[in-house]
Antibody, heavy 119, light 110 residues
Framework: QVQLVESGGGVVQPGGSLRLSCAAS????????MNWVRQAPGKGLEWVAF???????KYADSVKGRFTISRDNSKNTLFLQMNSLRAEDTAVYYC?????????????WGQGTMVTVSS | QSALTQPASVSGSPGQSITISCTGT?????????VSWYQQQPGRAPKLMIY???KRPSGVSNRFSGSKSGNTASLTISGLQAEDEADYYC??????????FGGGTKVTVL
């Protein structure tokens, strides 16, 4: 079935780095836009980054210059490289598949992976 | 981008209808017919309920409906059921491949 599975979360010190992965299955990954969305503990959802099927990407201002989204269509995998991590980056990170004409909604979500930035 | 504005909580009795508002600006909600709504149960990933303002994905109950007027979008849940108790988030496309979410609304079924 259609599925997204995130991995790579953990505890990291401020200023550190972490790379998240999102393995896709059940759909033609290479033809869909993908996103990362995060949710701080007890808070709402925040869109983080977008990548089109061709690699075109965009970031939220809060992570621009620190995070890099990428994809490997041959391995059906989405990535988020997170550098210079801050306490405010602590959150559950979800990958989400684009949906609808133009992929402006998110129809399939992973279970999330927790990132904790703490000394 | 500032978060879209949603009421913190909305409640209703079983069988009633409730409406959740989502107010943005002329740069997001007001500019695009690209508002989506998500339901999130505790400890679970969000679930798409409405996309492109008023369209329902396959499998979503027709008790859920969406609309938009100016800079404000709305989600209406009719025939409220206990299983509808959850957090609901609106989301709008904001141009140049960027999105903005609302702060979320906790729906309580009395």
């Amino acid at each position: 079935q259609v599925q997204l599975v995130e991995s790579g979360g953990g505890v990291v010190q401020p200023g550190g780095s972490l790379r998240l992965s999102c393995a896709a299955s059940g759909f033609t990954f290479s033809t869909y836009a993908m996103n990362w969305v995060r949710q701080a503990p007890g808070k709402g959802l925040e869109w983080v980054a977008f990548i089109q099927y061709d690699g075109t990407n965009k970031y939220a201002d809060s992570v621009k210059g620190r995070f890099t989204i990428s994809r490997d269509n041959s391995k059906n995998t989405l990535f988020l490289q997170m550098n210079s991590l801050r306490a405010e980056d602590t959150a559950v990170y979800y990958c989400a598949k684009g949906y609808g004409s133009g992929s402006y909604a998110f129809d399939i979500w992973g279970q999330g992976t927790m990132v904790t930035v703490s000394s | 981008q500032s978060a879209l504005t949603q009421p913190a909580s909305v409640s209703g009795s079983p069988g009633q209808s409730i409406t959740i508002s989502c107010t943005g600006t002329s740069s997001d909600v007001g500019s695009y017919k690209l508002v989506s709504w998500y339901q999130q149960q505790p400890g679970r990933a969000p679930k798409l309920m409405i996309y492109e303002v008023s369209k329902r994905p396959s499998g979503v109950s027709n008790r859920f409906s969406g609309s938009k007027s100016g800079n404000t979008a709305s989600l209406t849940i009719s025939g409220l059921q206990a299983e509808d108790e959850a957090d609901y988030y609106c989301c709008s496309y904001a141009g140049s491949y960027s999105w903005v979410f609302g702060g979320g609304t906790k729906v309580t079924v009395l």
